[in-house]
């Protein structure tokens, strides 16, 4: 499609397919709920698996917060370089953060898992936030 049916003032968007800002939109509650379950995690323990993956949330938050602003609101800060710079760089930080946690929870849910449910509320809470938080679908919404 050429740069003549495009929108006045949107020449520099790329064409993206229907949907995509659903995709979007989708990233951007996906990483506020991983957020949410790591931060809860946090309370616990901290460690560096966690605190990585609670990183990437936010930068996944800012990003997509970008990318909508920019979209809807002021199309002259939108830079298809960002966001392609931006998108790759979130699909390794996710890949490696969700790798981590899931490495670094799996011996202990192997391990303890049965003493888990004889366990307080609190620390049930703390493992499978920790498994949900790294076995969210959040890599997937990157492509």
């Not at 929108?7 to 506020?32: D, N, T």
């Not at 949410?36 to 936010?58: E, R």
């Not at 920019?70 to 931006?86: D, I, S």
């Amino acid at each position: 499609m050429s740069t003549a049916l495009r929108k006045p003032g949107r020449e520099h968007f790329p064409i993206y397919p229907k949907g995509f800002i659903v995709l979007r939109i989708l990233q951007l509650v996906v990483a506020v709920i991983v957020l949410g379950l790591v931060a809860y995690s946090i309370h616990f323990l901290a460690w560096d698996g966690n605190a990585f993956m609670l990183a990437v949330a936010i930068m996944t938050i800012l990003t997509s917060i970008y990318h909508l602003v920019a979209w809807f609101g002021a199309p002259e800060a939108f830079n298809y370089w960002a966001v392609l710079a931006l998108d790759i760089l979130l699909i390794v930080m996710w890949l490696a953060s969700f790798s981590v946690v899931a490495a670094h929870i799996a011996p202990w849910m192997q391990y303890y898992g049965s003493y888990l449910y004889l366990t307080s509320t609190y620390e049930q809470a703390w493992w499978t936030g920790l498994a949900a938080a790294s076995g969210m679908v959040s890599f997937m919404l990157f492509r």
